[in-house]
């Protein structure tokens, strides 16, 4: 699967000869799973026509500040357009546009939406060769580069003048695979490798029972997502659960009861650099699995129950130079529950939901947590969707491994 899937990409086109290839780099974008937007300059038009570039991207294509709608102007939001996109990439950037991008200019709603726009923007070069080594383009790459943009080099070949030397636009593909790499690069879990429980734990009382709890496995599952998109190696331990997932980066393996559970973690702790403990494992188990279904024959019936190992503390015990994390689902006293528990444990950070949250626990998609460190700084956050709720477990992790 590419970085790129599930990105919105803003393709702003100017008005170059190979603005025709644009077609091919909408494609791309579209078959590594990208949203694709598509802004361009009026002069672009004359070049490759909106009518191409809005039926590949499946999006209308904007080239003006607005546009009719039942005889009535209607404004194209631009600063709408630069909020929309996760990248912004503008393929070809003539010497014209590179210039007034590197002094501010805002005369069409391309370079509107340069100045809006938040996110990373790259640009493809492409105009004749010696407009390419001219000093006055130099000087727009660097400054355009002292903002933070990040340039795709122009290949040499033949140029639209017969000239032959630098200056032709990156081929569509050398584009998506340069954009791809630089991605990967930055991201800030690349090359750490990641073990994560999720769910439930289920303890067999005979062939057809068990005893286990609420748990949905939804906080882990999105742990391991959103590591993944942050570019770590994820063994995920799951316990039984309806969630799915599909990323190459993460390898779901399936558990049951709470020895299973044990097993798994410790053949992977070894090689992980970061274990996120956030299985709800069953406490206790019963003492003796009965090895035919129970019948009701009896008035009542007594099971005896055994503790089962506690996977977070055995970690705990053994771990060198892995950041360890476990969870607390406390109902009282939390944060001296937390804090105990984070010694006790052995643990790096504690997270911590209280179960006098609403909106936090077991079930729901959001959930209220407090983060506690080894310094025993406290750190409290609003109700969130649980994938925000993953981001800000994950980036209080990279920012202590950075520090
Ligand atoms: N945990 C574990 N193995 C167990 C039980 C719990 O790895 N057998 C982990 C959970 O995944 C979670 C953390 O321990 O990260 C907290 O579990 P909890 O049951 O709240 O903690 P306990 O130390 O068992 O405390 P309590 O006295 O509240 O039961």
């Not at 791309?28 to 949203?35: D, E, P, V």
């Not at 439930?200 to 949905?216: C, K, L, Q, W």
């Not at 188990?285 to 024959?297: H, R, W």
């Not at 407090?370 to 990279?398: G, H, P, Y």
Request: hydrophobic share 45%; aromatic share 6%; with cysteine.
């Amino acid at each position: 699967m590419s970085v790129l899937s599930g990105k919105h990409i803003l393709l702003g086109i100017t008005a170059g000869i190979a603005a025709y290839k644009t077609a091919s780099l909408v494609r791309l974008f579209i078959k590594a799973g990208a949203q694709v937007k598509v802004v361009m300059t009026p002069a672009a038009k004359d070049f490759i026509t909106p009518l191409t570039l809005s039926t590949l991207s499946k999006n209308p294509v904007v080239s003006s500040f607005t546009h009719e709608e039942d005889d009535n102007a209607v404004w194209n939001n631009h600063v709408e357009l630069g909020l929309w996109a996760d990248l912004f990439i503008i393929a070809p950037a003539t010497a014209n546009t590179l210039s007034k991008m590197a002094h501010g200019t805002s005369d069409n709603i391309l370079l509107a939406t340069y100045l809006s726009a938040k996110c990373p923007v790259y640009f493809a070069p492409a105009m004749d060769l010696d407009m390419y080594k001219h000093p006055s383009t130099l000087d727009s790459f660097k400054t355009l580069k002292s903002f933070g943009n990040i340039m795709i080099p122009a290949a040499s070949g033949e140029l639209a003048s017969g000239l032959v030397g630098e200056g032709r636009m990156a081929e569509p593909e050398d584009i998506v695979s340069f954009i791809e790499s630089d991605i990967l690069k930055k991201l800030p879990l690349r090359g750490n490798k990641i073990l994560i429980t999720a769910g439930p734990t289920y303890e067999a009382i005979d062939p057809v029972r068990f005893i286990g709890n609420h748990s949905s496995g939804k906080m882990g599952f999105e742990i391991a997502k959103v590591a993944a998109d942050f570019g770590a190696e994820v063994f995920l331990i799951s316990g039984p659960t309806h969630q799915k997932v599909h990323h190459s980066l993460i390898t779901v393996i399936p558990v049951t009861s709470a020895s299973e559970m044990y097993q798994a973690v410790h053949e992977y702790f070894e090689e992980v650099d970061i274990a996120i403990l956030s299985a709800a494992v069953a406490d206790f188990k019963p003492k003796d699995i009965a090895s035919q279904k129970i019948k009701k024959t009896d008035a009542a019936l007594t099971l005896e129950l055994e503790k089962t190992q506690d996977i977070l503390a055995s970690l705990g015990k053994i771990k060198k130079h892995q950041y360890l994390v476990g969870f607390a689902l406390e109902t009282n006293n939390e944060l001296e529950n937390a804090k105990d528990k984070l010694e006790r444990k052995n643990l790096d950070l504690i997270v911590l939901n209280s179960l006098n949250d609403p909106g936090a626990g077991f079930k729901s998609d959001t959930n209220k947590i407090t983060l506690i460190d080894k310094a025993k700084l406290i750190q409290s956050f609003e109700l969130k969707s649980k994938s925000e709720v993953a981001r800000d477990i994950l980036n209080k992790i990279i920012g202590d491994l950075h520090a």
